[in-house]
């Protein structure tokens, strides 16, 4: 893996350089304890009873014969459940305990508690529920015809988002060419290598104290405390290690939380729940699965004059994380292009598949997709290389977005385009490509694409948090946030900005996981906001104590304090003491500081920039920043069986300033091979409801072998708004990996490919359908 | 593995023996085995009679032009055998491109028989090469050849109280190959696999053996293809003509590694390929 870093300044002593992971040998040494690994004496083991039918009236759940079952110490049904039956943190109606019906094949009607796994197992398959069948919805947009069966009491439309600039009349009147198409993408699984686990154990005070495999805390918590009728204080949600997330263990968590929770409290016993993979498969939400038609008008020379979009995302049985999701994707639409006339419609509807919610990319990587292969079409159509009209139309400084917003920071779309085309000649190879010869059955194909991401949750909401920083009187610290480390590296990274800030060592400092009744309420660690919002807040730690500790300092090395320098586990001041370069360690100014009294514990918290957001036209500053990226692919593609392998990748990203260099191209590794995953392979397909594939023989995910060489190049742009300029780098690395795929392989062969994933079948039965299908409406006017 | 019960014998007739019992069941490399229990966790699983202490049965042995394989001997020595790789080279590329690392360390070349899938990647070569395996029980021996061992997808002729004891066949000196089809480049099942032997005499083909896999409930021969080929010059027209006939031989299904339509096409691709010294790809 090749690696060009652009300007690397040396302003930072720590931050920008790469620091081995903080986790890192207590996870390859096996001393992590994950979620599964914890046990409590005398524990029962929780299973869950799951719907037989995607989609059924619940007539009568007869409980009788499993509880008689010897070892059998709780059975379960929503009958049971003190608090609300139902949770959700934007529409609360996802049940922990099915009542009246079930609406998807991973909903659980009863729950079981025993002396062990094989008992429980027993106890479930002697649950007798009667149900009465309804009739399956499957497609989001036969869900929201008029008439059709609904799955929630009222209509199937769990979201809808617009967005509306200029006159997209007038647009597509001023436009001489008009490209309509449709694209669509499949249904991902996180596949994060650690299914769900909760270990959970009633407290002394009535409460309950949960360990888990839990992402979003505090979000979890509240579905806890509402299904188990308890107050948010008596319920303790504690984070362990976290075998990967992407985006997964939120509601999954907060409903298998929920279910351990009342076996514990029914029970007075703590409970172990452990999700198999097939459970996990079955049950955890997924990436939505999106139907795009895009109607595309540019004049000859490749201005673009409008954009009129309409998508359709499958929410499944609940709506999570939906509604956020998909005004997202209402915002990206366009894609990072200067568009005047703007119409897009996203709607997300109910049906009896799996539910989806949040997945790295977050309502990304479907529209960078459909958008990304749009432009490269519409090029072809106009005969230009797909660069040239990249270039012609991309945001720019001061440039105003499709919501219209005018970016006020250093737009660097250029720059990273710029970086993954210049070395490879992209121009010319791409035209060289187009002319291999007819016959020849390896072709060769180079495909870019390019993003706009706005970070954080921008208008979605209420956007802060905050960093505990503790002094200990050695000089070592111990930080804690209700952000987590979820393999992503926000551990190393946290620890490095205040390592950089109080000019300690990152082996002096100690990052705990998460504890919902020690650590304060940060939000959810989603939206690439973690190293901006947790380092902005730990800065501000690192400032209120460095003004209680820098007096201290001053006074023992007899020097004003803005001489002071804060380096390498000692103070000292360059130069400016009678005592030439004395340094006092960090440990004996921390003892000194305790001594006297002062403080050494401190609480940051940042709430974000604001943003503003209209319902009505979709217009506003949707989010406070954006970070630019861009993919070139190479692939070879078998013509004769469709296979394409993919042999190259150049990956060029703003991640503002780098934190940890190493875990900033962990990021781009990782999101371009979890993008390829995208692009080639996976595909949790669903029938009438039912899922098709239950584990990974199934559901195929790239092997090493299927990962080309990744050349990456980062630039240095400080953010005036991100810690030390850091923005963020771990959803645009993988929302554009797809596109580029598509592209080349269009590049190499000349046919266009509008449907995920990329399978050998789609590319050779893909090209059959080229000759029967319409060639979408190209309409050429004026010349 | 502490889970399963195990039995541990150190000699074929004891483990004969145990396998006439009720309840038993022998297991090998356990990558097919494991997998089939996992699906039936905590349910009353056989007890397993673990072959590996057999080592008589890991050889690999040569007598005059004949090979016989252990049925303990393992993809990763298949793949690594200089002999075989002279003599039967359709089944080390076979061998060569089936599972991982790890899988091919462990897989034996009897379980990939035994367990009868239609996709098993050493079936084919096996097919082309006239393999004869060794069935033995406490009654005794007999020998069978291979395509005759299998009557359906997972459905063999192996008694409950046998075991395959040797596979054997003679070295070819003639061309061979195998080629597949799958999802992704490791850990993936065929999609669609052919094996092929024959001999080149003055531009002709002779001797022509061809064996598909997946692409109907057996691996099966392709009878018609190979009388057509048999005295032919290898030209496109020839090439042509067979890939057309050997798409009508399959008789494949659409399941969730493809599409029927896909696998049919695909029979004529490899074979052409094949033909034509065009290596698998990877
Ligand atoms: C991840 C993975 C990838 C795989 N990829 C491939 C692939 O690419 N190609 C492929 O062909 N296969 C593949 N397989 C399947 C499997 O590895 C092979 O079929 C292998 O050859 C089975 O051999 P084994 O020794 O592991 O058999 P086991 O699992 O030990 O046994 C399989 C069956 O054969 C019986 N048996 C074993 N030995 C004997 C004997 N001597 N006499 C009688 N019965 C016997 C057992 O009782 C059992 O019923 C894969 C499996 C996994 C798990």
């Given at each position: 893996?090749?690696?060009?870093?652009?300007?690397?300044?040396?302003?930072?002593?720590?931050?920008?350089?790469?620091?081995?992971?903080?986790?890192?040998?207590?996870k390859?040494?096996?001393?992590?304890?994950?979620?599964?690994?914890?046990?409590?004496?005398?524990?029962?083991?929780?299973?869950?009873?799951y719907?037989?039918?995607?989609?059924?009236?619940?007539?009568?759940?007869?409980?009788?014969?499993?509880?008689?079952?010897?070892g059998?110490?709780?059975?379960?049904?929503?009958?049971?459940?003190?608090?609300?039956?139902?949770?959700?943190?934007?529409?609360?109606?996802?049940?922990?305990?099915?009542?009246?019906?079930?609406?998807?094949?991973?909903?659980?009607?009863a729950?079981?508690?025993?002396?062990?796994?094989e008992?429980a197992?027993?106890?479930?398959?002697?649950?007798?529920?009667?149900?009465?069948?309804?009739?399956?919805?499957?497609?989001?947009?036969?869900?929201?015809?008029?008439?059709?069966?609904?799955?929630?009491?009222?209509?199937?439309?769990?979201?809808?988002?617009?967005?509306?600039?200029?006159?997209?009349?007038?647009?597509?009147?001023k436009?001489?060419?008009?490209?309509?198409?449709?694209?669509?993408t499949?249904?991902?699984?996180?596949?994060?290598?650690?299914?769900?686990?909760?270990?959970?154990?009633?407290?002394?005070n009535?409460?309950?104290?949960?360990?888990g495999?839990?992402?979003?805390?505090?979000?979890?918590?509240?579905?806890?405390a509402?299904?188990?009728?308890?107050?948010?204080?008596?319920?303790?949600?504690?984070?362990?290690?976290?075998?990967?997330?992407?985006?997964?263990?939120?509601?999954?968590?907060?409903?298998?939380?929920?279910?351990?929770?009342?076996?514990?409290?029914?029970?007075?016993?703590?409970?172990?729940m452990?999700?198999?993979?097939e459970?996990?498969?079955?049950?955890?939400?997924?990436?939505?699965?999106?139907q795009?038609?895009?109607?595309?008008?540019?004049?000859?020379?490749?201005?673009?004059q409008?954009?009129?979009?309409?998508?359709?995302?499958?929410?499944?049985?609940?709506?999570?994380m939906?509604?956020?999701?998909?005004?997202?994707?209402?915002?990206?639409?366009?894609?990072?292009?200067?568009?005047?006339?703007?119409?897009?419609?996203?709607?997300?509807?109910?049906?009896?598949?799996?539910?989806?919610?949040?997945?790295?990319?977050?309502?990304?990587?479907?529209?960078?997709f459909?958008?990304?292969?749009?432009?490269?079409?519409?090029?072809?159509?106009?005969?230009?290389?797909?660069?040239?009209?990249?270039?012609?139309?991309?945001?720019?400084?001061?440039?105003?977005?499709?919501?219209?917003?005018?970016?006020?920071?250093?737009?660097?779309?250029?720059?990273?385009?710029?970086?993954?085309?210049?070395?490879?000649?992209?121009?010319?190879?791409?035209?060289?490509?187009?002319?291999?010869?007819?016959?020849?059955?390896f072709?060769?194909?180079?495909?870019?694409?390019?993003?706009?991401?706005g970070?954080?949750?921008?208008?979605?909401?209420?956007?802060?948090?905050?960093?505990?920083?503790?002094?200990?009187?050695?000089?070592?610290?111990?930080?804690?946030?209700?952000?987590?480390?979820?393999?992503?590296?926000?551990?190393?990274?946290?620890?490095m900005?205040?390592?950089?800030?109080?000019?300690?060592?990152?082996?002096?400092?100690?990052?705990?996981?998460?504890?919902?009744?020690?650590?304060?309420d940060?939000?959810?660690?989603?939206?690439s906001?973690?190293?901006?919002?947790?380092g902005?807040?730990?800065?501000?730690?690192?400032?209120?104590?460095?003004?209680?500790?820098?007096?201290?300092?001053?006074?023992?090395?007899?020097?004003?304090?803005?001489?002071?320098?804060?380096?390498?586990?000692?103070?000292?001041?360059?130069?400016?003491?009678?005592?030439?370069?004395?340094?006092?360690?960090?440990s004996?100014?921390?003892?000194?500081?305790?001594?006297?009294?002062?403080?050494?514990?401190a609480?940051?918290?940042?709430?974000?920039?604001?943003?503003?957001?209209?319902?009505?036209?979709?217009?506003g500053?949707?989010?406070?920043t954006?970070?630019?990226?861009?993919?070139?692919?190479?692939?070879?593609?078998?013509?004769?069986?469709?296979?394409?392998?993919?042999?190259?990748?150049?990956?060029?990203h703003d991640?503002?300033?780098?934190?940890?260099?190493?875990?900033?191209?962990g990021?781009?590794?990782?999101?371009?091979?979890?993008?390829?995953?995208?692009?080639?392979?996976?595909?949790?397909?669903?029938?009438?409801?039912?899922?098709?594939?239950?584990?990974?023989?199934?559901?195929?995910?790239?092997?090493?072998?299927?990962?080309?060489?990744?050349?990456?190049?980062?630039?240095?742009?400080?953010?005036?708004l991100?810690?030390?300029?850091a923005?963020?780098?771990?959803?645009?690395?993988?929302?554009?990996?797809?596109?580029?795929?598509?592209?080349?392989?269009?590049?190499?062969?000349?046919?266009?490919?509008?449907?995920?994933?990329?399978?050998?079948?789609r590319?050779?039965?893909?090209?059959?359908?080229?000759?029967?299908?319409?060639?979408?409406?190209?309409?050429?006017?004026?010349? | 593995?502490?889970?399963?019960?195990?039995?541990?014998?150190?000699?074929?007739?004891?483990?004969?023996e145990?396998?006439?019992?009720?309840?038993?069941?022998?297991i090998?490399?356990?990558?097919?085995?494991l997998?089939?229990?996992?699906?039936?966790?905590?349910?009353?699983?056989?007890?397993?009679?673990?072959?590996?202490?057999?080592?008589?049965?890991?050889?690999?042995?040569?007598?005059?032009?004949r090979?016989?394989?252990?049925?303990?001997?393992?993809?990763?020595?298949?793949?690594?055998?200089?002999?075989?790789?002279?003599?039967?080279?359709?089944?080390?590329?076979?061998?060569?491109?089936?599972?991982?690392?790890?899988?091919?360390?462990?897989?034996?070349?009897?379980g990939?028989?035994?367990?009868?899938?239609?996709?098993?990647?050493?079936?084919?070569p096996?097919?082309?090469?006239?393999?004869?395996?060794?069935?033995?029980?406490?009654?005794?021996?007999?020998?069978?050849?291979?395509?005759?061992?299998?009557?359906?997808?997972?459905?063999?002729?192996?008694?409950?109280?046998?075991?395959?004891?040797?596979?054997?066949?003679?070295?070819?000196?003639?061309?061979?190959?195998f080629?597949?089809?799958?999802?992704?480049?490791?850990?993936?099942?065929?999609?669609?696999s052919?094996?092929?032997n024959?001999?080149?005499?003055?531009?002709?083909?002779?001797?022509?053996?061809?064996?598909?896999?997946?692409?109907a409930?057996?691996?099966?021969?392709?009878?018609?293809?190979?009388?057509?080929?048999?005295?032919?010059?290898?030209?496109?027209?020839?090439?042509?003509?067979?890939?057309?006939?050997i798409?009508?031989?399959?008789?494949?299904?659409?399941?969730?590694?493809?599409?029927?339509?896909?696998?049919r096409?695909?029979?004529?691709?490899l074979?052409?390929?094949?033909?034509?010294?065009?290596?698998?790809?990877?």
């Amino acid at each position: 893996m090749i690696l060009r870093c652009m300007k690397h300044d040396s302003k930072h002593k720590i931050v920008g350089s790469s620091v081995p992971r903080v986790d890192a040998f207590d996870k390859v040494s096996g001393r992590a304890k994950y979620a599964a690994d914890y046990n409590a004496k005398g524990q029962l083991y929780g299973m869950v009873c799951y719907a037989s039918h995607p989609h059924a009236k619940i007539l009568n759940i007869d409980t009788g014969k499993a509880a008689k079952l010897p070892g059998v110490r709780a059975v379960l049904t929503h009958e049971d459940i003190p608090g609300e039956k139902s949770f959700g943190s934007v529409i609360p109606h996802q049940m922990a305990l099915c009542s009246d019906k079930v609406r998807y094949s991973g909903d659980v009607v009863a729950i079981v508690a025993a002396e062990s796994i094989e008992v429980a197992e027993q106890a479930i398959e002697l649950i007798d529920v009667d149900y009465r069948q309804l009739d399956v919805v499957s497609d989001p947009k036969v869900a929201l015809k008029d008439g059709a069966i609904l799955i929630h009491d009222e209509n199937n439309l769990c979201a809808y988002h617009k967005v509306r600039r200029g006159n997209i009349d007038e647009g597509f009147e001023k436009s001489d060419v008009i490209l309509e198409r449709d694209y669509s993408t499949s249904k991902i699984e996180h596949s994060y290598i650690e299914p769900e686990a909760v270990l959970a154990e009633p407290g002394e005070n009535g409460g309950i104290t949960i360990t888990g495999s839990v992402q979003n805390l505090y979000s979890i918590r509240r579905a806890v405390a509402r299904v188990l009728g308890l107050s948010l204080n008596r319920v303790r949600i504690i984070q362990a290690t976290l075998g990967g997330s992407f985006g997964g263990k939120d509601e999954t968590m907060s409903a298998l939380c929920c279910r351990a929770g009342l076996l514990a409290l029914a029970t007075g016993k703590p409970v172990k729940m452990v999700n198999t993979r097939e459970m996990s498969m079955r049950e955890s939400y997924k990436r939505h699965s999106y139907q795009i038609h895009y109607k595309v008008g540019s004049t000859k020379c490749g201005i673009l004059q409008a954009i009129e979009s309409e998508i359709y995302a499958d929410a499944g049985a609940y709506a999570a994380m939906s509604p956020f999701v998909t005004w997202r994707s209402a915002v990206h639409a366009t894609g990072p292009y200067s568009i005047p006339n703007v119409k897009t419609d996203v709607y997300a509807a109910y049906t009896n598949n799996c539910y989806t919610g949040a997945m790295r990319g977050f309502g990304s990587p479907q529209i960078c997709f459909a958008i990304e292969s749009l432009i490269d079409e519409l090029a072809e159509e106009l005969n230009l290389d797909p660069l040239e009209l990249r270039l012609k139309n991309i945001l720019k400084d001061n440039s105003i977005t499709a919501t219209g917003q005018g970016l006020k920071h250093k737009v660097s779309l250029k720059e990273v385009l710029d970086n993954v085309t210049e070395k490879m000649g992209f121009v010319d190879k791409w035209k060289q490509n187009r002319e291999q010869k007819r016959d020849t059955a390896f072709k060769r194909g180079i495909g870019i694409s390019c993003s706009y991401r706005g970070i954080s949750l921008g208008a979605e909401g209420t956007d802060a948090a905050g960093v505990i920083i503790s002094i200990q009187t050695d000089g070592s610290v111990i930080l804690s946030t209700g952000l987590i480390e979820m393999g992503q590296g926000a551990a190393t990274t946290i620890s490095m900005i205040v390592s950089e800030k109080l000019g300690i060592t990152p082996d002096r400092i100690r990052f705990l996981s998460a504890d919902t009744s020690r650590s304060p309420d940060s939000g959810p660690t989603v939206a690439s906001r973690t190293t901006f919002m947790a380092g902005n807040a730990a800065l501000r730690g690192c400032h209120e104590l460095l003004e209680r500790i820098k007096p201290v300092a001053a006074e023992l090395l007899r020097c004003p304090e803005q001489d002071l320098l804060f380096e390498n586990n000692s103070v000292y001041a360059p130069n400016k003491t009678s005592e030439g370069d004395r340094k006092i360690p960090f440990s004996e100014l921390a003892d000194k500081c305790f001594q006297k009294g002062i403080s050494l514990f401190a609480h940051g918290w940042y709430k974000s920039p604001p943003t503003t957001w209209n319902e009505e036209n979709g217009q506003g500053d949707a989010y406070f920043t954006y970070v630019y990226g861009a993919n070139l692919a190479e692939v070879e593609v078998d013509c004769i069986t469709g296979n394409v392998r993919v042999l190259k990748f150049i990956s060029s990203h703003d991640p503002g300033q780098i934190v940890n260099l190493s875990g900033a191209l962990g990021q781009v590794y990782g999101g371009v091979i979890m993008g390829i995953g995208y692009a080639m392979l996976e595909n949790y397909a669903e029938s009438e409801g039912n899922p098709l594939v239950a584990n990974f023989d199934e559901y195929l995910l790239p092997t090493a072998c299927d990962i080309p060489e990744i050349e990456t190049t980062l630039i240095h742009n400080p953010d005036e708004l991100g810690p030390l300029g850091a923005k963020s780098l771990g959803e645009p690395a993988c929302e554009i990996a797809a596109p580029a795929i598509a592209n080349a392989v269009f590049n190499a062969t000349g046919m266009r490919i509008r449907h995920l994933p990329l399978t050998l079948e789609r590319v050779k039965l893909g090209k059959e359908l080229v000759r029967i299908d319409s060639r979408g409406s190209v309409k050429a006017r004026g010349g | 593995m502490t889970k399963y019960k195990t039995i541990n014998p150190t000699t074929l007739d004891e483990a004969l023996e145990t396998l006439n019992g009720c309840n038993v069941m022998p297991i090998a490399g356990g990558t097919d085995l494991l997998v089939k229990f996992y699906e039936v966790y905590g349910k009353s699983l056989p007890k397993l009679v673990v072959l590996d202490g057999l080592i008589p049965l890991h050889e690999i042995k040569t007598e005059n032009d004949r090979i016989s394989l252990g049925p303990l001997v393992t993809f990763s020595e298949i793949e690594n055998s200089p002999e075989l790789r002279k003599a039967a080279p359709q089944l080390v590329q076979a061998a060569s491109v089936a599972g991982s690392v790890q899988i091919r360390n462990r897989a034996t070349i009897g379980g990939n028989i035994a367990n009868g899938s239609p996709s098993g990647d050493l079936i084919p070569p096996l097919y082309v090469l006239n393999a004869e395996l060794e069935l033995s029980s406490v009654n005794g021996r007999r020998s069978i050849p291979i395509d005759k061992f299998f009557k359906g997808p997972g459905i063999t002729v192996l008694e409950k109280n046998e075991l395959i004891t040797s596979i054997s066949f003679d070295k070819t000196f003639e061309n061979g190959f195998f080629l597949r089809l799958a999802t992704r480049k490791a850990l993936a099942i065929s999609k669609v696999s052919v094996a092929a032997n024959y001999s080149m005499q003055n531009g002709t083909i002779t001797n022509v053996r061809i064996a598909l896999g997946a692409v109907a409930p057996t691996v099966i021969r392709a009878p018609r293809t190979e009388e057509y080929l048999s005295g032919k010059e290898l030209n496109d027209n020839v090439l042509s003509t067979a890939a057309k006939l050997i798409k009508e031989e399959a008789k494949p299904i659409s399941d969730i590694r493809s599409i029927a339509d896909y696998r049919r096409e695909m029979v004529g691709v490899l074979l052409k390929r094949g033909l034509n010294g065009i290596p698998q790809s990877e």
